[in-house]
């Protein structure tokens, strides 16, 4: 069965940088799309970033130009580079992948930035 596996979250101090690692194993068929998503407390999930398999990448505003989505396809892996965080962005960060006809989550990683 098809999983993804998230790594790198935890706490940081505003300011500071974090790296997300999502692996997608165990897939029969090929991955089109993959990226990631947040959901803070009281709040609706939103889009973070994506890419595409020949590389096109889509940035909500708030992010664009402080964090980074990239992909190693033949690793099926994609990073988001995080850097100048802030308070608000602590959230649950959700790693997602896309197929012809199916979709995947991953379970979620706590990212959590300190004042």
């Known amino acids: 069965q098809v999983q993804l596996v998230e790594s790198g979250g935890g706490l940081v101090q505003a300011g500071g940088s974090l790296r997300l690692s999502c692996a997608a194993s165990?897939?029969?068929?090929?991955?089109?799309?993959m990226g990631w998503y947040r959901q803070a407390p009281g709040k609706q999930r939103e889009l973070v970033a994506a890419?595409?398999?020949?590389?096109?990448?889509t940035y909500a505003d708030s992010m664009k130009g402080r964090f980074t989505i990239s992909r190693d396809n033949a690793k099926n892996t994609v990073y988001l580079q995080m850097n100048s965080l802030k308070p608000e962005d602590t959230a649950v960060y959700y790693c997602?992948?896309?197929?012809?006809?199916?979709?995947?989550w991953g379970q979620g990683t706590q990212v959590t930035v300190s004042s």
């Open positions: 997602n992948a896309a197929g012809s006809g199916w979709f995947l």
């Open positions: 165990g897939s029969r068929f090929s991955i089109n799309t």
């Open positions: 890419v595409t398999s020949v590389g096109t990448t």
